[in-house]
């Protein structure tokens, strides 16, 4: 991924699902749609090592549910309404279960089956708020931000395909 045009200085750590404790030396954004097959795969990588990260008090996670007008992510969209929007902990366990499911709700041909998918099926309540979207959309714009995933340590910009090794030397030089 090309990032020498992205700047993440536009991209505020508090707007998004916080994840872990406000006093955690190291910031991590996501900016993500849960129907991107790129996105799930970076939580299936990674997302025990960020919460082993989060439980030990060294990592905030800020998770941006990057809402695309894009044939395919456009019912991420959708499903981005169903994941809780205060709740850090809560929010991760109900990715896990979007992820996991991803390929039955990603092939429903009407938005509004997703719904229903994730109200019946799922037991998601929706926590849809408009604002939160636009202002996630406006800071991945401002920050020519067009790709999920992609995520930023201290403006580090980076997407899945950091290895393993590179993701824990990044983290590792932010604790210093």
Known sequence: ?????????????????????????????????VRCPFCKKWHEDNNKLLMTLVLEGKLQRCIKLYDKDKPGLDKGNIMHRFISKTDGQLAVEQLTTIYNTQ?????????????????????????????FSSIIQQEATKANIPFVPTMVINNHIFDQSISHETLLNLLEKQKA
């Open 1 to 33: 991924m090309d990032t020498s045009k992205m700047n993440a200085t536009f991209l505020s750590h508090n707007t998004g699902i916080l994840v872990g404790q406000d006093t955690a030396p190291i910031k991590l954004i996501e900016l993500i749609n």
């Open 103 to 131: 390929n039955t709700w990603g092939n429903f041909e009407a938005f509004n089956d997703i719904s229903n998918y994730a109200k019946n099926d799922l037991k998601l309540e929706e926590d849809y708020r408009k604002n």
